[in-house]
């Protein structure tokens, strides 16, 4: 890419965010147009798929700090003009004018790009992190409890499989760049300071290809598919985003992998719920057993059952906590079984049952147990 491409492409409206937009404010408008514009989505549509490396190209400039400052500040050297206002280009000014003068002015953006192009010959400076990647995956109840090892296919740009990333047709190799000598850079000399730009041969890849590979037209890029095996820790909540380091989009001359981001969903279970790191569950219980008291048997998950002490008197609702059987924190330790009682009121009562609750209302009958709860009803 030459330098005037570079300053007239406006990542921040292909990604459809504001210049002062904050990193998690991208991340999110590139995850969005991503799942979009995502090939899987739009299978033989060439036009999503160009759209895609678009967004994905803003995406790596904006999300990095530093590539980003250079960005704005080269740009905010001039402001760009309208279309058909004298030629297009920065503020009036040409691009192939502005980057052949010299004086003040182009001293100033020599060493604002200088920080951008200069020094991009060697492999190191050119180093690319690969984009960071976002997927999905829906677990069962337990498995997000006691972590799995999942299967993901995954869909993005890498090396093309026909030519192995070279470019080149088979039986053929690139050749060194003559103009650039295999750095992919040129040098021009603008008086007082110099100028690095892509070498506009090989186009800063350092290498020409004579003869392309039909595949992927020379680009040595291609859209793949890959299946990875994801660990998913034990304790991953519904909705949490997982992180798997260098799992993302392959980095671009030497650089480093990018992130894999993992997203994910959890179905629920029949009998258990979650709070945090504890488990709940609600157990019926008799009204004798509540105003009496009792032992009564409390499932665990994935464990044998429990014996939890109902005390006599104890009120309906009550939440009985069971350490130790709940969801395994990152420290190791794990948090408790919370246990809810609830009165199950029977629906069919036979003679003797119906005499001893009668027997009862009788025996405890008295001062009217809502008297309290009308009369506060009537305060203002």
Do not use: W
């Amino acid at each position: 890419m030459s330098t005037k491409d570079y300053l007239e492409k406006d990542y921040y409206k292909t990604l459809g965010v504001q210049k002062t937009a904050k990193p998690a404010e991208v991340k999110k408008a590139y995850r969005d147009l991503a799942r979009k514009y995502h090939p899987d989505a739009n299978k033989g549509n060439a036009d999503a798929e160009e759209r895609f490396k678009e967004i994905t190209e803003a995406y790596n400039v904006l999300s990095d700090e530093k590539q980003r400052k250079e960005y704005d500040e080269a740009r905010s050297m001039f402001r760009v003009s309208a279309p058909g206002r004298g030629g297009g280009g920065f503020g009036g000014f040409d691009l192939g004018d502005l980057f052949g003068g010299s004086g003040e002015t182009g001293d100033r953006l020599g060493d604002v790009l200088g920080g951008i192009f200069r020094g991009r010959g060697t492999a190191q400076s050119r180093a690319r992190r690969g984009a960071d990647v976002e997927t999905e995956t829906t677990l069962s109840f337990g498995d997000s409890i006691d972590g799995v090892t999942v299967s993901l296919r995954l869909t993005g740009e890498g090396p093309c499989p026909v030519c192995h990333g070279t470019g080149a047709k088979a039986g053929t190799v690139p050749r060194v760049c003559p103009d650039c000598q295999g750095t992919g850079q040129q040098s021009r000399n603008l008086g007082g300071f110099g100028l690095s730009e892509p070498c506009k041969t090989c186009r800063g890849r350092g290498l020409v290809v004579d003869d392309p590979c039909p595949s992927c037209s020379g680009s040595g890029r291609a859209m793949s598919s890959q299946t990875i095996q994801a660990r998913i820790p034990a304790g991953v909540a519904d909705g949490q985003r997982i992180r798997i380091p260098g799992k993302g989009a392959p980095g671009e001359h030497g650089g480093k992998n990018g992130d894999l981001y993992v997203r994910v969903h959890v179905k629920p279970h029949p009998v258990f719920g979650r709070s945090g790191d504890n488990l709940t569950v609600t157990v019926p219980v008799t009204m004798p057993e509540l105003a009496l008291g009792a032992e009564i048997r409390v499932p665990t998950h994935r464990g044998a059952a429990v014996t939890v002490r109902i005390p006599p008197g104890t009120p309906n609702g009550q939440v009985f906590r069971v350490p130790g059987r709940g969801v395994r924190r990152k420290d190791g330790n794990l948090g408790a079984l919370l246990a809810t009682v609830e009165v199950t009121v029977p629906h069919d009562l036979n003679s003797k049952a119906r005499s001893a609750l009668e027997d009862l209302r009788i025996a405890t009958a008295g001062a009217d147990p809502r008297a309290e709860l009308l009369r506060r009803a009537k305060q203002d």
